[in-house]
C-alpha cells in the first residue's frame, strides 16, 4: 500500500506564511514527479506547483514569487512553502505524486487526502 498524507493547514490572516508537508510511505521503490494542488470553494481544482526528482519546479502564475515547492527524496517528503497569502489562496490543498512500488514496473499516480489552508481577511 502506498499513502500520501498532508500536513501543516490551518487559519492564517492575510500576509502571513504556512508550511504544508507531504509525506509518501508505504512499499515504495521511486517517486517521480510531485505535486500541490489547491480547491477553494465553488471553484474546480488547479495545479498551484510541481517538482521533479531531480527539482525542476513550475508554479502557477498566481503563486510565482510567492509560494516554494521542495522535496526531500530521501524522506519521500514534499513541502510547500507559503509566503504572503491572501484570502485567494483559501481551499483544500492536496498533493500527487508518480510513484512505482516495489515489484511493479508501471507507475501509478496517488493523491493525499487533502489538508485546509484558511486566510482570513
Known amino acids: 500500500q502506498v499513502q500520501l498524507v498532508e500536513s501543516g493547514g490551518g487559519l492564517v490572516q492575510a500576509g502571513g506564511s504556512l508550511r504544508l508537508s507531504c509525506a509518501a510511505s508505504?512499499?515504495?521503490?521511486?517517486?517521480?514527479?510531485m505535486g500541490w494542488h489547491r480547491q477553494a470553494p465553488g471553484k474546480q481544482r488547479e495545479l498551484v506547483a510541481e517538482?521533479?526528482?531531480?527539482?525542476?519546479?513550475n508554479y502557477a502564475d498566481s503563486v510565482k514569487g510567492r509560494f516554494t515547492i521542495s522535496r526531500d527524496n530521501a524522506k519521500n517528503t514534499m513541502y510547500l512553502q507559503m509566503n504572503s497569502l491572501t484570502p485567494e489562496d483559501t481551499g483544500v490543498y492536496s498533493c500527487n505524486a508518480q510513484i512505482r512500488r516495489r515489484g511493479q514496473i508501471f507507475v501509478l499516480g496517488y493523491w493525499g487526502k487533502g489538508t485546509l489552508v484558511t486566510v482570513s481577511s
Open positions: 517538482v521533479t526528482s531531480a527539482g525542476s519546479t
Open positions: 508505504g512499499d515504495i521503490t521511486s517517486i517521480g514527479p
